[in-house]
């Protein structure tokens, strides 16, 4: 498996949902997903949708670097990103996030592990 | 298991050794272990361990954040770290890094995933 190519596809895929389809973003989640936003631990496609439907503005994601490796037998693949995050006309916060994707049964992969961060000062 | 307090141990040992006594760091990883640093990768302990060594400087890093979920069926565990790093009196550079830990079989834990970025801008 080319995991650098799966890990650019879903980012590329996950930031565009997200800054121009946010709500379907509970898709790409199941059941037993996990998010760590700012701190914030939430679990499940439901409560994690809610979480990133509840934040303000429309968004505009900018992807700086992309990181991939295969995470095991599990045939997952952790994914780091660096990038930079616009609210509306607000000015762009630098944000590093991480995800750990694992295969779903029919050959696509979904998020398990979810962290984000804004890199401040 | 406290996933919490186990990323906790480990951040605080992985930087002290890191900072203090940098030439044992490969005892952290094993054969499969991977090492993304700056966009360059690397596998296994003796690869990671001249990487590493070879960092220039006198580091000294001190944690801003960190987050954790348990990683799947493994028993294993993501660890997402945000801070600073310092080497010998040059400006700190913030910084993001992700581990994988995965269990050993004496019930410890090593480095299987782990990616490091400086967060420049």
């Given at each position: 498996?080319?995991?650098?190519a799966?890990?650019?596809?879903?980012?590329?895929?996950?930031?565009?949902?997200?800054?121009t389809?946010?709500?379907?973003?509970?898709?790409?989640?199941?059941?037993?997903?996990?998010?760590?936003?700012?701190?914030?631990?939430?679990?499940?496609?439901?409560?994690?949708?809610?979480?990133?439907?509840?934040?303000?503005g429309?968004?505009?994601?900018?992807?700086?670097?992309?990181?991939?490796?295969?995470?095991g037998?599990?045939?997952?693949?952790?994914?780091?990103?660096?990038?930079?995050?616009?609210?509306?006309?607000?000015?762009?916060?630098?944000?590093?996030?991480?995800?750990?994707?694992m295969?779903?049964?029919?050959g696509?992969?979904?998020?398990?592990?979810?962290?984000?961060?804004?890199?401040?000062?």
């Amino acid at each position: 498996m080319d995991y650098d190519a799966v890990a650019d596809a879903f980012v590329k895929h996950y930031y565009n949902v997200f800054d121009t389809n946010r709500s379907q973003l509970f898709t790409l989640y199941q059941n037993e997903s996990m998010l760590t936003f700012e701190g914030e631990k939430m679990q499940g496609p439901q409560n994690i949708q809610a979480k990133l439907s509840g934040l303000p503005g429309v968004t505009k994601h900018a992807v700086t670097t992309v990181d991939c490796q295969p995470s095991g037998p599990s045939g997952g693949l952790v994914v780091f990103v660096s990038g930079s995050l616009r609210a509306d006309d607000d000015q762009p916060l630098r944000f590093s996030q991480m995800f750990h994707l694992m295969p779903t049964q029919n050959g696509s992969f979904y998020v398990y592990n979810d962290i984000f961060r804004l890199n401040y000062g």
